[in-house]
């Protein structure tokens, strides 16, 4: 039972939300009014390349045939350099070679021959726009202008002709003339509620079952000042309530500062530009398997410091030196920061270089160096340096038919990673290796899509010769790859694990998987979704085995609802060991609201 100023604030907050909630309604519910004014095509751009005013950082692209919504296990994003639109077809021009951005006159048959019609009045075409009825061009497939960060958003579909419309458009780029012709400002969020109920998870505090509720506030804010200066500024609320266990490092985050940064450009080279970012802000590489948000979370990691990066039609270049902030990178107790303003962990230090090669069709490549360093023993226990070096390769092949239309597609992913430095006075020695396989079935009901994925990262074979041979899983997305149960970490495992999704209408994905999984080392400890080394080393090698099922239903663009089922059969490694406890369970249901 929870107390009476616990539930006092939750209905608070609750309240303050939906007051919000209905203001951004509001506003949007009156600027809607004006949807149908012309947009003129004179200003339409061609979105299929990012200005210097927009970088794009590297992780943040469309993501493959196979992705799903934030938080649903899904294959990795395959970061091709796909936008909102794909380049115009030659199949797309009018055929009597008319201009692109215009339209082929109507025509009308009399006595068996063509002649033209009359011109269409309708406000569409008299602005210059599609119409299906007369022009016969339809709309194109809406794009996703949310992306895994927020300051990564794409609402340039706006100035195209035909653009779909999204509830909440109205408050983006909104032009600052008075600033000059590419200063505009924007504003948005999302609201989140999550209801969890679990049962003998690997969890702090030993086996138990409880239920609690999430609920995550972000409203951002965006300025652009002409194409060398932005500003970028997101807060973030995330509170648990109604649960009967306390809060963990993930849950709890009250009214801060997630992001807070301004982006200068400093150069242009070759028709790149070069841009230094300063100040509080989210990091996500690749395939989000080391550096990742972790969107899943109520809360969402972030970093301070600086960062320098550059972005091209072949190669986007990253390097970043940051501090960790908040609790969800680990800077703790969260008794000290659930209801205080947050500080960067002045003793630690995340380093990194970030190269992404996707300039040859089909094929992205990942190379990069990562460093995590911690300098306080002191204060923390710890005294740390670890570099990770790692590369990844993913690949698309295309199967066309007859008519050279595309039915089938093969994926394959691979990335692997060594590490190296020292860990409270012993030396490292670890790695990781991550091997899949994947097959789209395009012209088939329901669309199926079916990954087969090999996940392994070193143990420690011997705990007295003085070196740790343990991999460490720095910032990791570990809930969309080992279970979204979330019981273990991609450190010390060998795991087997099928995927796949399927979409039985345009708005209803379902996505299911199995995962066998098994110590890498007996010798060494099972380690929890945290990293924290759990029960008694050579009692098993046997973790267990997980089904997951989710279903999401997209209303539209705007609005989605997730459940999800998760079972775990533990195996040797928990039952024998101190760990003991009945198989795990867990169930959710998810809203997003986004604006």
């Not at 951005?101 to 025509?107: A, F, K, N, R, W």
């Not at 509830?167 to 504003?187: V, Y």
């Not at 306390?246 to 242009?268: H, M, S, Y």
């Amino acid at each position: 039972m929870t107390s009476w100023p616990t539930r006092f604030r939750a209905a608070t907050l609750l309240t303050t939300s939906l007051v919000a909630t209905l203001l951004s309604v509001t506003v949007l519910a009156t600027a809607r009014a004006d949807e149908d004014a012309p947009r003129d095509s004179d200003d339409a751009v061609d979105v299929t390349s990012a200005g210097p005013a927009q970088p794009v950082a590297p992780g943040d692209e469309k993501q493959s045939p196979l992705a799903q919504p934030d938080g649903v296990d899904a294959p990795p994003n395959d970061r091709f350099r796909v936008l909102a639109f794909e380049p115009p077809a030659p199949t797309d021009f009018p055929a009597d070679g008319a201009m692109p951005g215009t339209y082929p006159q109507p025509v009308s048959i009399t006595n068996n021959r063509l002649t033209p019609a009359a011109p269409c009045q309708c406000p569409n075409c008299q602005a210059g726009r599609c119409c299906d009825s007369s022009c016969g061009a339809k709309p194109k497939t809406p794009p996703q202008p949310w992306k895994g960060l927020f300051f990564n958003n794409d609402f340039s579909y706006k100035r195209k002709p035909c653009a779909p419309y999204f509830c909440g458009e109205e408050l983006k780029e909104m032009p600052l003339d008075c600033l000059g012709e590419e200063s505009w400002i924007s504003f948005g969020g999302e609201l989140r509620f999550r209801h969890m109920n679990e049962d003998q998870r690997l969890r702090p505090g030993g086996p138990a079952r409880t239920t609690y509720d999430l609920w995550r506030w972000r409203n951002y804010i965006d300025a652009r000042f002409s194409e060398s200066l932005r500003v970028y500024v997101e807060m973030l609320d995330a509170s648990i309530f109604n649960q009967d266990l306390g809060p963990t490092p993930i849950d709890l985050n009250r009214w801060n500062i997630q992001n807070a940064f301004v982006d200068l450009r400093l150069a242009e080279l070759d028709s790149r530009s070069v841009v230094a970012r300063i100040g509080r802000q989210e990091l996500l590489y690749g395939s989000q398997r080391l550096v990742s948000p972790l969107d899943w979370a109520n809360t969402r990691r972030n970093f301070e410091g600086f960062k320098l990066f550059s972005h091209g039609e072949t190669w986007d270049i990253d390097a970043w030196a940051t501090q960790p902030v908040n609790t969800a990178t680990g800077n703790g107790p969260l008794s000290r920061y659930d209801n205080e303003r947050d500080e960067g962990d002045t003793s630690r230090y995340f380093s990194g270089f970030f190269a992404v090669l996707h300039g040859i069709e089909n094929n992205v490549v990942d190379l990069y160096w990562l460093w995590d360093r911690e300098t306080d023993f002191r204060a923390t226990g710890t005294d740390y340096s670890r570099h990770t070096t790692g590369v990844r390769w993913l690949h698309n092949r295309p199967v066309k038919n007859q008519c050279c239309e595309v039915t089938r597609v093969w994926h394959t992913e691979l990335e692997g990673g060594y590490q190296f430095g020292h860990d409270n006075g012993e030396t490292v020695r670890a790695g990781f290796f991550t091997a899949g396989l994947g097959h789209t079935w395009k012209k088939v009901a329901w669309t199926p899509s079916c990954w087969l994925f090999y996940d392994w990262a070193s143990g420690d074979r011997d705990p007295t010769d003085n070196e740790n041979n343990t991999f460490y899983q720095l910032f990791p997305l570990g809930h969309k790859y080992l279970g979204l149960i979330d019981n273990v970490a991609r450190q010390n495992i060998s795991d087997i694990n099928l995927r796949l999704v399927t979409k039985p209408t345009k708005k209803l994905t379902l996505t299911g998987g199995m995962h066998w999984m098994d110590l890498e080392n007996e010798n060494d400890f099972v380690y929890n979704i945290v990293g924290a080394p759990l029960g008694t080393p050579g009692v098993g090698d046997k973790i267990g085995e997980e089904c997951d099922i989710v279903a999401n239903y997209q209303f539209n663009p705007n609005f989605g609802v997730q459940l999800g089922y998760f079972y775990f059969w533990y195996g040797s490694a928990v039952n024998n060991s101190a760990l003991q406890r009945p198989d795990a369970s867990q169930v959710y249901v998810q809203s997003t609201l986004r604006y």
